[in-house]
């Protein structure tokens, strides 16, 4: 017989069974609660409710572990490709030799935008958030991909899909290209999916553009390390917004507003602007860690916390020594990195950061790298969307396939009673 959990109330009691995960995870199946009690659950910020099943990411934030489809993300990182995690995270399965030469061939014929989006792009200042470009731009591809909001068609979907996964890319570096005041450039398909989204940021009129193989294989990994991570904020946005029935380019562009924010992933950004700011200010950082252990200091360490890892992210211990590797190579050295690991040290031997189970999570290194790549910090977070955008895709496919119900969380209403004018 199946576990239960009973509940008593008033005196009754009401049983719940549970449910149990292929790792053993377990949770109440709460459904029937109001229907039978009468009550609902109160829980902010979601910290103990799971929204779905999912077969797409495993996650143990005690014991620090993180896995696609059942390969771990150090497994990914060393041996595959951004573009094959995409479709491991989508489809099921790693791709064959075969699948990956279609999946990059169809691809590269949808590797093209409408003309009539520079429309939108020129209406943007330049001072505006390339995060809000983007999100307006992965919009505005609706309007010219109409086909895209037929959820009901299978065919329609992998189409959709791809064409998403193939135009994303122009549409992140057209952001860039835009907020510098740089011509835009098309896609060179002769070119690997990764190798090409550096060409389309990097390549200037005047000069030759060959992408280096440090610059390609850091974003290679800075991207998978991206790809997906279960029900975060940006992903769950994702999966809301498409369980009304909304199409993929709207949800994915609403997910790219949900990641824009420095609690989720604009830290990268907020990391680089907090170890600038320790460096203008004579690099004591003694000085921030107090800021950020002081309650009435709104400061907090960002790329430090998450709401999931409470030993380790593991992202970040490989986006750690990637760093050091990257810059090694590219022969950079950049004071920030040191600061940035003092910062670290300190924190991870003090006490009020030990006893909250706060350590470094994927974007306290991330910054660094991307800044030796020469990505400017605004772009920080455009570059963790373009690593997420097959997680986001993936997890709105799998919620459409299961036909989950529309998300409409309910509230305990705590405002005025009845009154009248
Ligand atoms: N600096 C200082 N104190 C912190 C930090 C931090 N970075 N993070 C959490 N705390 C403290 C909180 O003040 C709180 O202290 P209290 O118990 O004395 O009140 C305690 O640790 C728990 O923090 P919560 O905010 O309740 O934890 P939650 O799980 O809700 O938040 C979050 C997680 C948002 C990531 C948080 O740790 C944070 O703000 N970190 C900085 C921003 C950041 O790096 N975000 C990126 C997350 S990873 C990603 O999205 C890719």
């Not at 060393?78 to 169809?106: Q, R, Y």
Request: aromatic fraction near 8%; charged fraction near 25%; hydrophobic fraction near 40%.
């Amino acid at each position: 017989m199946s576990e239960k959990v009973k509940l008593k109330y008033k005196n009754k009691e009401f049983e719940f069974p549970l449910i149990m995960g292929s790792e053993n995870e377990k949770g109440i199946d709460i459904k029937t609660l109001r229907s039978q009690t009468g009550l609902i659950t109160y829980d902010p910020g979601y910290k103990n409710t799971g929204s779905c099943t999912s077969q797409i990411t495993f996650l143990n934030g005690e014991e620090g572990i993180l896995r696609h489809r059942g390969y771990s993300i150090e497994d990914l990182c060393k041996n595959v490709s951004f573009l094959e995690v995409a479709f491991l995270l989508i489809f099921g399965n790693m791709p064959t030799e075969k699948e990956l030469n279609l999946l990059n061939d169809e691809i590269r014929k949808d590797s093209l935008v409408d003309e009539d989006l520079k429309l939108i792009l020129k209406s943007f200042p330049k001072s505006a958030h390339p995060m809000g470009i983007l999100s307006s731009l992965t919009s505005g591809l609706i309007a010219f991909n109409p086909s895209s909001v037929d959820i009901e068609s299978e065919d329609d979907m992998r189409e959709a899909i791809i064409m998403l996964i193939a135009k994303f890319p122009i549409l992140a570096s057209w952001t860039h290209r835009k907020v510098k005041g740089l011509p835009l450039n098309y896609a060179n398909t002769s070119l690997s999916y990764v190798e090409n989204i550096a060409h389309m940021m990097f390549k200037l009129p005047h000069q030759d553009f060959k992408p280096s193989p440090v610059v390609v294989n850091a974003l290679n990994k800075l991207l998978i390390l991206h790809a997906d991570h279960e029900q975060n904020c940006s992903t769950s946005t994702v999966r809301i917004v498409g369980s009304s029935e909304a199409g993929l380019f709207a949800s994915v562009s609403a997910g790219v507003s949900a990641l824009w924010g420095r609690l989720h992933g604009g830290a990268n950004q907020g990391v680089i602007e907090m170890l600038k700011a320790i460096k203008r200010d004579g690099g004591d950082t003694k000085k921030f860690m107090a800021r950020a252990k002081d309650k009435n200091d709104s400061f907090r360490l960002m790329g430090f916390g998450h709401r999931v890892y409470k030993n380790f992210d593991p992202r970040a211990r490989i986006i750690k020594k990637s760093a050091d590797q990257v810059l090694g190579e590219l022969g950079i050295n950049d004071p920030i990195l040191n600061i940035a690991k003092s910062l670290e040290e300190e924190a991870l031997n003090d006490s009020y950061f030990i006893d909250r189970k706060l350590y470094p999570n994927v974007d306290f290194y991330s910054g660094i790298i991307y800044r030796a790549l020469g990505i400017p910090t605004e772009m920080f977070t455009v570059m963790f969307a373009l690593g997420r955008l097959p997680g986001w895709i993936a997890q709105w496919a799998e919620m459409r396939k299961n036909k989950e119900p529309i998300g409409r969380p309910r509230q305990i209403y705590t405002g005025n009673t009845k009154r009248t004018i």
